[in-house]
């Protein structure tokens, strides 16, 4: 079975390693000239951001071969899902024979406080229904995922308005930032530069790595809740950057 996996803070990455199987970055191949990839199963796990897929892993299945008798995607959320999973599923290049969703912890800072959506995971169960989504997986289930036309209106809605490459204008670097590099070693577009001072390019996916990851706490959104930060508790920070670290160099050829 192989994996691909788009991560930012770790849920995702989080419920690739527990599905198992052979782990590939999204970040670390969407630019290679052969995306041919064949397996008895392959999935795809990704957040789901306002209702809809990251837009890498959107340009990642649109370029992508599979060869699989079994494929499946989960998308981890933490609010609302919208009609992102139904919409994958309809969409005619790929066949996904099953198609689930999670609900995790949602850490867009400025609409969600992070003290309150850690207190909030136990109610979540989230290993129980995991645990569900890796047998289904494991029993080759297939799944169709469902959205009624209100949840496919406003995901269409979201798809038009909500502009990710928008967000470095609203990112903050305070004085505690030491130039350490960690941002840009995390950030899935390589969309930062590290010189003289922090810069942005027009890349951004809107993940928000980059703040929550920054070991000293120096980045900041302007419409932040407040300066908590989340990473997923069973993924290091060297994975993250493992899935997600490219030269900009070589991502520009």
Request: hydrophobic share 40%.
């Amino acid at each position: 079975m192989t994996i691909f996996y788009f991560t930012a803070t770790g849920n995702s990455l989080s419920v690739a390693k527990h599905l198992g199987g052979t782990l590939i970055s999204i970040p670390q191949i969407i630019n290679s000239d052969n995306l041919h990839y064949s397996d008895d199963a392959i999935g795809i796990v990704f957040p789901i951001y306002w209702w809809n897929l990251p837009l890498m892993v959107r340009r990642f299945i649109e370029k992508v071969k599979f060869e699989t008798d079994y494929l499946f995607a989960i998308g981890t959320y933490g609010s609302l899902p919208g009609a992102a999973m139904a919409k994958l599923q309809c969409q005619n290049k790929h066949h996904f024979a099953y198609a689930n969703q999670l609900l995790m912890l949602d850490n867009y800072l400025p609409v969600f406080d992070m003290n309150a959506q850690e207190k909030s995971l136990p109610k979540k169960n989230i290993d129980a229904k995991l645990a569900k989504i890796v047998a289904d997986i494991n029993n080759r289930k297939h799944m169709n995922a469902s959205a009624h036309i209100g949840k496919r209106v406003m995901t269409a809605v979201f798809e038009r308005v909500f502009n990710p490459r928008k967000h470095p204008r609203n990112f903050i670097i305070d004085s505690k930032c030491n130039m350490c590099g960690i941002c840009k070693k995390v950030c899935p577009a390589q969309n930062i530069f590290v010189s003289s001072e922090i810069q942005f390019s027009d890349r951004c996916e809107g993940c928000l790595a980059c703040i929550h990851l920054c070991p000293q706490n120096a980045m900041h959104h302007k419409r932040e809740k407040n300066n908590k930060r989340w990473r997923n508790s069973e993924v290091s920070l060297s994975e993250i950057i493992n899935a997600n670290s490219i030269e900009n160099e070589k991502r520009m050829e």
